[in-house]
């Protein structure tokens, strides 16, 4: 069956950076694009950006840009994101979910990384 | 892109229908009929209940129903029960990005 693994939760400075990973398995790849949302304590969900089945491009919300990158790994189906310059703002729940082609809608999601940013 | 505008919680009694709302702009729902649907339990990942504007993923309840006129989607839950309350969010498609709404708080009474 379909399933996003996402990495276990992180506690970081402000300041620093911090790393999500997605394991997909249950379907191909490198056929889907890998889209990332977060969610703040008690808040709404929020998009954050995607990255193209072949890894050859992104698109990041303009909240975003500049501070996140997203990259994936073919050959261990797993994508990743990067946030640096992280803010006490930034502490959320994010997400990794999964583009039904040709819809945009997310048809499959991760368990959800909580990142947590305190001095 | 600003966050979709959602009313901030809706209820009703079991058997009910309920609708609510999810507005935007000419550049989001107003452009694409790509605006999906999602519920969310407490501690949970968002589930998919509607795509394409009116689309039911298979295996959701024939209940969700959703719309679209101008700006502003709707989802429609019929009959409601008590396992429908949840949050739910809508989404949009803007031309190359997303926005999801601020998101309904739904209760059974």
């Known amino acids: 069956q379909v399933e996003l693994v996402q990495s276990g939760a992180e506690v970081k400075k402000p300041g620093a950076s911090v790393k999500v990973s997605c394991k997909a398995s249950?379907?191909?790849?490198?056929?889907?694009?890998i889209h990332w949302v977060r969610q703040a304590p008690g808040q709404g969900l929020e998009w954050m950006g995607a990255?193209?089945?072949?890894?050859?491009?992104?698109t990041y919300a303009q909240n975003f840009q500049g501070r996140v990158i997203m990259t994936r790994d073919t050959s261990t189906s797993t994508a990743y994101m990067d946030v640096s310059s992280l803010r006490s703002d930034d502490t959320a729940v994010y997400f990794c979910?999964?583009?039904?082609?040709?819809?945009?809608?997310?048809?499959?999601w991760g368990q959800g990384t909580l990142i947590t940013v305190s001095s | 892109q600003s966050a979709l505008t959602q009313p901030a919680s809706v209820s009703g009694s079991p058997g009910q229908s309920i609708t609510f709302s999810c507005t935007g702009t000419?550049?989001?729902?107003?452009?694409?009929?790509?605006v999906s649907w999602y519920q969310q339990y407490p501690g949970k990942a968002p589930k998919v209940m509607i795509y394409?504007?009116?689309k039911r993923p298979s295996g959701v309840s024939s209940r969700f129903s959703g719309s679209k006129s101008g700006n502003t989607a709707s989802l429609t839950i019929a009959g409601l029960q008590a396992e429908d309350e949840a949050d739910y969010y809508c989404?949009?498609?803007?031309?190359?990005?997303?926005?999801f709404g601020i998101g309904t708080k739904v209760t059974v009474l």
């Open positions: 989404c949009a498609y803007a031309g190359s990005t997303y926005v």
């Open positions: 249950g379907f191909t790849f490198s056929s889907y694009y």
């Open positions: 990255i193209r089945p072949s890894g050859d491009g992104t």
């Open positions: 979910t999964r583009e039904f082609p040709g819809t945009g809608y997310f048809d499959s």
């Open positions: 394409d504007v009116s």
């Open positions: 000419s550049s989001d729902i107003g452009t694409y009929d790509s």
